[in-house]
């Protein structure tokens, strides 16, 4: 990656206005506010149900000063499929043209879109803002949801399967850009947003996104469980280009270091974990301690 | 020029013909050899357009909703359980009011598995708020799509066009190919009122209030129910575009004259037999029999199906004493879908004693439609009414 | 708003400005000295937790009202 962004050179114009429709603290805000000054004036972006549709506010007002289209719940990669095609069909290729989805509507219902729109070549960047559940519908369990949470439909044994890797689904499509990233650290998520607009076909970009309500906690420290999750080693920042895998930013340097944070502090700072047992937590980190001192033998690559 | 082609050919000509910009295509029998032909017209440069390979038949209808609200004119083509798989974005397309065209090749639903033809895809549905023509020849394919353009970019409303699987779609049969220069001086470009654009940033489709509200200047936008009011609106405002479009074609093509109603031997016919596509035209030898046996019976061809022109069905039937509906679908749990549109059309009609309404199913899930059952069927209804309607009667059932 | 801790507006000059960032509602101007826009502020508290220099507070909203702002 190029020199890395710092707040000082951020763009000042702010293409969301305040007052959006979305909760005290949610952190997609912050990912949101700060991606659309990495993306610029020239996008046209793709919403399907969602928090950020909620964000976006309801008709006839809206909060982004960007051309939108809400689509249907399983189309999204599809509609920006649509858009593109338009677009080149107009001689007008140099928009981009962005998807902004939740984990919902990444991994269950849309997830055949944005294969389709992979396995296709679209020149399409598609962002998955991940709260872990459905949290616009009131917080129920999702493919991204750990295993073990409390959700409004697990709400006595928690979530008894393990979550789906969404990232790897994206890397087994051999796509050219791949990136983790987190509300907790947008600098790092605007750089990669920038770099990922100068790849080729989809580009897929996974954002954790700290939800106060359907994680339960208070608003006031959502970027800082966000910076814990990558802080223990349980949320990973990297880079996949072309199926091969690169930690980032403060994976990195956690990878170099192999200092990693209890994760038990993780665990317990949200209520949505209040069933998982001490027992399974100590187990959760064996394993993060096993895989960080993988990660911390292989060369990692001054990017 | 003429040429002899399937159906499904014909359709992607007209699809050439009326330069559309964005093609989403999925294979779904009896629909394939369609957007195949438009492949092959792309990748051999003679139609210069996007196709779009998408993963699913809702993607493909997602990516002409996207496309269109981008600017570009759409397409795709489906059949059956497609045309159902894409069923919420059929609703999305009117409601967002955007003048995309697609073709129908009409196909039996599961379950349980049929490929045949008949007309349950389409009729199922009839109260999405799409425009509906459907074509009884392969000309009437061609023509119908490229006037279907005109339609829906006038009235920002999409349009299908319905056609019988296999008995069109595969049939050959002669037609006469719109030059490309007619067609271009008929049909303007697509220029829409608003299209997505950084220039002019807006968020079509958000969540709308039960109520209205204002906007940022104070002045009050419309509800979701007047947005719905507006498209009903302007369903009905769609009869006189669907007149003035056959009559500006059949001007510089010289085909057309009947966009509502098809008839045949109508003129003095006491029984009158309806139906929906090709079928129309084979009742047209079940009239030709009963009329060498002095029975004064018509046919006539529904074109428009949606919007359903009930004042031009009960003005042409009103003075019968019986009409014969022929149906390829049905409303599980009532009756034929069209029986009941042409009996409400009927209804309260001021003096007269309406005619009885006879209604037949027949030809499900491709079920052979033999003259001789259509006969008998027709021949029973104009000779042994007791001048009252029927419940649905089934033609060609075995067992 | 502390001022006297608030690192760009002791510095009378950009900097830091990581409340800025962080804001979700995009409340906080990136001015020196920073303001918060209270129309908008929805009191979530994640510029006060991250504030590297603790000057930035919560108050409760009543207070406000009862002050008459």
Redesign the interface.
């Known amino acids: 990656m190029d020199s890395k962004t710092i707040i000082l050179s951020l763009p000042v114009d702010e293409f969301v206005n305040p007052g959006t429709r979305a909760c005290a603290g949610c952190t997609l805000g912050i990912a949101y506010r700060i991606g659309l000054k990495a993306l610029g004036r020239n996008t046209i972006l793709v919403v399907p149900p969602s928090c950020l549709t909620v964000l976006q506010g309801l008709f006839p007002i809206a909060s982004t000063r960007l051309p939108c289209i809400n689509v249907t719940f399983a189309s999204t990669a599809a509609a920006g499929t649509g858009i593109l095609a338009a677009l080149k069909a107009l001689g007008k290729e140099d928009t981009n043209v962005v998807c902004w989805a939740g984990d919902g509507g990444t991994s269950d219902i849309g997830l055949q879109a944005l294969s389709g729109a992979c396995e296709r070549g679209e020149n399409l960047l598609y962002i998955c803002y991940d709260n872990e559940g459905y949290m616009n519908t009131g917080v129920q369990r999702s493919g991204t949801t750990p295993k073990g949470t409390i959700t409004a439909n697990t709400p006595i044994l928690g979530k008894l399967q393990q979550a789906k890797d969404v990232p790897y689904i994206m890397a087994a499509h051999g796509i050219s850009y791949i990136a983790t990233c987190s509300a907790a650290y947008p600098l790092d998520l605007y750089d990669k947003i920038k770099k990922a607009l100068s790849c080729p076909g989809v580009k897929y970009i996974h954002i954790h996104i700290p939800c106060p309500p359907g994680w339960v906690f208070d608003p006031a420290y959502g970027v800082q469980i966000g910076r814990l999750a990558v802080e223990t080693g349980i949320y990973e920042l990297y880079e996949v280009e072309y199926y091969n895998k690169r930690l980032t930013g403060a994976s990195q340097k956690l990878a170099a270091k192999n200092n990693l944070k209890p994760v038990k502090d993780y665990f317990r700072a949200q209520g949505r974990f209040r069933a998982i047992t001490d027992a399974q937590i100590e187990d959760i980190q064996n394993q993060l301690n096993a895989k960080w001192d993988h990660y911390s033998q292989i060369p990692v690559s001054d990017v | 020029m003429n040429i002899i082609e399937s159906g499904n050919v014909a359709a992607a000509i007209g699809v050439m013909r009326a330069r559309a910009?964005?093609i989403?295509a999925y294979p779904i029998t009896p629909q394939t050899p369609l957007t195949e032909k438009l492949s092959e017209l792309i990748e051999s440069g003679q139609m210069d357009?996007?196709y779009?390979?998408?993963?699913?038949e809702?993607?493909?209808l997602?990516?002409?909703?996207?496309?269109?609200?981008?600017?570009?004119r759409?397409f795709t083509a489906t059949s059956a359980n497609g045309l159902l798989y894409m069923h919420?974005?059929i609703h999305?397309a009117a409601g967002a009011r955007l003048p995309i065209v697609m073709c129908v090749a009409n196909r039996g639903i599961g379950a349980p598995w049929t490929v045949w033809n008949d007309h349950q895809d389409s009729i199922s549905q009839r109260d999405t708020g799409w425009i509906q023509i459907y074509a009884n020849d392969n000309q009437q394919i061609i023509d119908s799509v490229i006037k279907a353009y005109m339609i829906a970019e006038k009235m920002s409303i999409p349009v299908m066009v319905c056609y019988d699987g296999y008995i069109l779609s595969h049939t050959y049969m002669p037609f006469t190919v719109p030059d490309q220069l007619d067609v271009d001086g008929f049909l303007p470009s697509f220029n829409p009122a608003y299209?997505?654009?950084?220039d002019?940033?807006?968020?079509?489709?958000?969540?709308?209030?039960p109520d209205v509200?204002p906007?940022?200047n104070g002045e009050l936008?419309?509800g979701y129910m007047e947005i719905r009011h507006l498209l009903q609106e302007d369903l009905l405002k769609t009869f006189q575009v669907v007149k003035e479009t056959d009559e500006r074609f059949t001007g510089i093509f010289g085909r057309g004259g009947d966009p509502f109603l098809e008839p045949y031997r109508c003129d003095d016919a006491d029984f009158v037999a309806m139906a929906l596509g090709s079928l129309s035209y084979h009742l047209r030898d079940v009239v030709d029999m009963l009329r060498d046996e002095g029975i004064k019976a018509g046919v006539m061809g529904l074109r428009l199906f949606r919007p359903f022109p009930a004042s031009a069905i009960s003005e042409a039937l009103i003075n019968r004493t019986g009409v014969i509906i022929f149906e390829k679908a049905l409303s599980y749990g009532y009756e034929g879908a069209l029986c009941s549109e042409v009996k409400s059309a009927l209804y309260n009609q001021s003096g007269n004693k309406p005619p009885f309404v006879h209604n037949y199913i027949l030809g499900l899930g491709g079920r052979e439609i033999k003259t001789v059952d259509l006969f008998n069927a027709l021949k029973d209804s104009c000779t042994r009414h007791d001048g009252k309607d029927s419940g649905t009667r089934w033609i060609g059932l075995k067992i | 708003m502390d001022h006297e801790k608030c690192i760009p507006s002791k510095k009378g000059k950009p900097a830091c400005f990581i409340c800025w960032l962080f804001c979700p509602e995009g409340t906080i101007s990136r001015t020196v000295p920073p303001s918060i826009d209270y129309e908008y502020c929805k009191g979530c508290g994640i510029c006060a937790q991250e504030c590297p220099s603790g000057a930035i507070v919560m108050v409760e909203e009543s207070s406000f009202i009862n002050e008459g702002k």
Do not use: F, K, Y
Not at chain 2, 62 to 72: L, M, N, P, R, T
């Open positions: 910009q964005v989403a357009a996007q779009v390979p998408v993963e699913s809702h993607s493909a997602a990516v002409c909703i996207a496309a269109s609200s981008a600017g570009a759409a919420e974005q999305w299209a997505l654009d950084p002019m940033p807006a968020n079509l489709n958000p969540v709308t209030l509200r906007d940022r936008a419309h």
